[in-house]
């Protein structure tokens, strides 16, 4: 089965029974607008044309969207989750530090999991992983990390 992507909403949702509303729509369109984003970011981008749409709303909606496989989320540190369409196949690095997210393309990964594929048997999910570490700056200020 092929996986669900932000433009087959309506047909995802009606095969696993639910309906598509107006909100779940929003939310759904405003992580594909934002690349990524926090629930918070999320309601906030949906606030700016609906703001009737609760951020309870928001959060059901991401958890459905979830299930249902059109979205996907990482955490970075201890912060909220971000949120992300499912076919955005991009790692992040996170700094210790800072706090900086800088993108890495999903690619560079693919060493490391055709590794553990083969010599463990580990079929790596990489829709959750963000490498954590010290930026280049933050490096500098500390080299001995």
């Given amino acids: 089965m092929p996986t669900p992507t932000p433009r087959r ?8 029974g639910y309906r598509l509303t107006p ?8 992580v594909v607008q934002l690349g990524q984003g926090t629930p ?3 309601g906030t981008r949906i ?9 309870t709303t928001v959060y059901r909606t991401l ?24 076919d955005n196949d991009t ?21 490391v999991a055709r590794w553990l594929a083969e010599e ?4 790596l999910d990489t829709g959750h992983i963000a490498l954590a570490g010290l930026c280049a700056r933050c490096a500098g200020e500390h080299p001995s990390e």
Avoid: W
């Fill in 63 to 86: 958890e459905l969207l979830e299930q249902l496989g059109l979205v996907r989320h990482r955490h970075f540190g201890h912060g909220a989750p971000m949120y992300h369409a499912s």
């Fill in 91 to 111: 790692l992040h690095s996170v700094c210790h530090q800072c706090g900086q997210v800088a993108v890495i393309p999903g690619e560079k990964l693919q060493p």
């Fill in 40 to 42: 918070e970011e999320i």
């Fill in 23 to 30: 909100q779940r729509q929003m939310v759904l369109d405003a």
């Fill in 47 to 55: 606030h700016q044309s609906s703001p009737g749409v609760n951020i």
């Fill in 9 to 16: 909403l309506p047909e995802t949702l009606r095969a696993s």
């Fill in 120 to 123: 463990r048997g580990f079929v």
